[in-house]
């Protein structure tokens, strides 16, 4: 648990009584601290109010502020109260890839800072669809990555273009033009390319592809995340804590996750005593400006956990997992669904029909309300139910640790097992030049569609080519990263004679891990 500590004063108020002043001092900021204020009467990326740099924009900010000298001394953006649409003037996904850097907004309350766009994949602006990168509000490549109190959303209003005929929206939220389309498309609030990436009272808005998380390890603790289709995606390690997974319920059928985890990366997509929720998000001024969304939410018995992205792609093994989580009546009793019927199609050549071949799927303790369980008998086939034991060693530091050294010794990270023969599962060695293995066993037999030349498993993924990003040679505390990171402060001393008072606001608790 982190501790309660103050952060350096922003602003220092002296109260004059004797004189009758009030003279305004600026924080205390140090270097590495820099002000995201559109009202700022400076000249834009200028020191002011205590701060090296102030920018009046979401863009120039991400543009101007350097990367932070170390992962312990990482430089830090403040933001005040507002909405910033990165996408507004320049029509295209605003992209950073510094290291050490951490985005905070000033209230505490992550609904007074929003980062947005109105970018949606089938968007056009004359040189073809920008596709679901090009839809991204904001890209995060950076290493030693942290945000706090911040929305950040894709406010393309999926509901509303469905609504009226398909109409495709412009970078600057104007509902009457742009290009046509003829289905709905995603719509990313943020991707994610880059290890060690924290965020602590965060939310994460949209409909389909909310949260890209494209390789390397993210954790989100006390956040919120809502969608309605593939809506936390790709083939990262990343870590739900204490957060709330929503689903809108605007695409019926729809479903939390679709991870492309590759076989050699022990595990992709976790969720940790959390809850899924089935919200309508009608009404929501971030999303839904237009009261577009279905009012009504989810009905019962419509939605999936997830279904296996890496399916469709080489070495693809989608892992995702659910323990300790309170899941809605919208999940339906199946509660997961194969990608499409070629995957279940035993003449495919792949996994021979078996989806459980490409995907790992599992739950631990699911319940309706926190005591009561979930039925799990209709579970599909393919999925798995952990046991206590199985489900204990998914812990944050296991999942975010690096190799390891030793058959059957922790950390997990990039280190699978083989499942052994069909008649006696679970019972291979660790072998890192096999490509047929997983983490751990009793996922059982593996698909073998890890095809050369990537099929070297040490110091994954560093050992794959073109890594999209380098592993950390120690165990990562997502906790401790975040805990380095000042929270927004203020104080006000007032000078009555001789006696002063303090007032200075807090960080609050985070939730226990």
């Not at 700022?40 to 543009?63: C, H, L, P, Q, R």
């Not at 600057?172 to 003829?182: E, F, H, K, L, V």
């Not at 729809?254 to 309508?280: C, E, P, Q, Y």
């Not at 990562?476 to 007032?494: F, H, I, K, N």
Request: a negative charge.
């Amino acid at each position: 648990m982190r501790a309660i500590r103050t952060f350096g004063l922003r602003r220092l108020i002296v109260l004059g009584c004797m004189v009758g002043l009030v003279a305004t001092f600026c924080g205390t900021a140090t270097a590495s601290n820099y002000l995201l204020d559109p009202n700022f009467s400076g000249t834009d990326g200028t020191a002011g109010e205590g701060y090296t740099a102030v920018y009046k924009t979401i863009n120039s900010a991400m543009a101007g502020m350097p990367a932070g000298s170390s992962a312990t001394n990482p430089n830090v953006l403040y933001i005040e109260p507002g909405t910033y649409n990165t996408a507004a003037t320049t029509g295209v996904s605003l992209s950073n890839s510094r290291n050490n850097i951490a985005l905070v907004g000033l209230t505490g309350n992550p609904n007074d800072v929003v980062i947005t766009s109105t970018l949606d994949a089938a968007y056009n602006p004359g040189a073809g669809a920008i596709g679901t990168t090009g839809s991204s509000t904001l890209q995060l490549k950076g290493n030693n990555v942290s945000a706090e109190n911040i929305t950040f959303a894709n406010s393309t209003d999926t509901p509303y273009i469905v609504n009226t005929g398909h109409q495709a929206v412009s970078p600057t939220g104007n509902y009457s033009t742009g290009q046509s389309q003829t289905a709905t498309s995603q719509g990313v609030a943020l991707l994610l390319q880059g290890d060690q990436q924290a965020f602590q009272n965060c939310n994460f808005l949209g409909y389909q592809d909310t949260l890209y998380t494209k390789g390397g390890r993210a954790y989100f603790n006390n956040c919120t995340v809502s969608g309605d289709i593939d809506f936390i995606f790709a083939n990262g390690t990343d870590v739900f804590n204490h957060s709330t997974i929503n689903l809108d319920g605007d695409h019926s059928g729809g479903d939390i996750t679709a991870a492309s985890t590759d076989k050699r990366t022990s595990n992709g997509i976790v969720f940790l005593n959390s809850t899924v929720t089935a919200n309508s998000v009608h009404g929501n001024m971030v999303i839904d400006s237009q009261n577009a969304a279905n009012i009504n939410g989810p009905a019962a018995g419509s939605m999936y956990l997830g279904r296996p992205w890496g399916w469709t792609q080489a070495g693809g093994d989608a892992s995702t997992v659910f323990i300790n989580t309170i899941l809605p009546s919208a999940i339906k009793g199946v509660g997961w669904l194969a990608w499409d019927s070629t995957e279940t199609n035993a003449s495919n050549g792949k996994n021979g029909g078996n989806p459980g071949e490409d995907s790992r799927y599992a739950e631990y303790n699911s319940t309706s309300d926190g005591t009561n369980p979930v039925s799990v008998s209709t579970r599909v086939s393919w999925s798995h139910q952990l046991t206590a034991g199985q489900a204990a060693a998914y812990t944050v530091a296991n999942i975010f640790s690096p190799e390891g050294t030793g058959v059957g010794q922790y950390p997990w990270y990039g280190k699978g097992y083989p499942a052994g023969d069909a008649s006696n599962p679970g019972t291979g060695v660790a072998d890192p030049n096999d490509p047929n293995y997983s983490w751990p066993a009793f996922w059982g037999d593996r698909n073998s569609n890890n095809e050369t030349p990537n099929d070297n498993v040490l110091n994954n993924p560093a050992g794959y080519t073109n890594p999209t990003w380098v592993p950390s040679a120690v165990s990562w505390d997502p906790d401790a990263q975040l805990a380095l990171v000042p929270e927004p402060g203020s104080a006000v001393l007032l000078g009555l004679g001789g006696f002063m008072c303090w007032r200075v606001r807090r960080r609050k608790q985070s939730s226990a891990r």
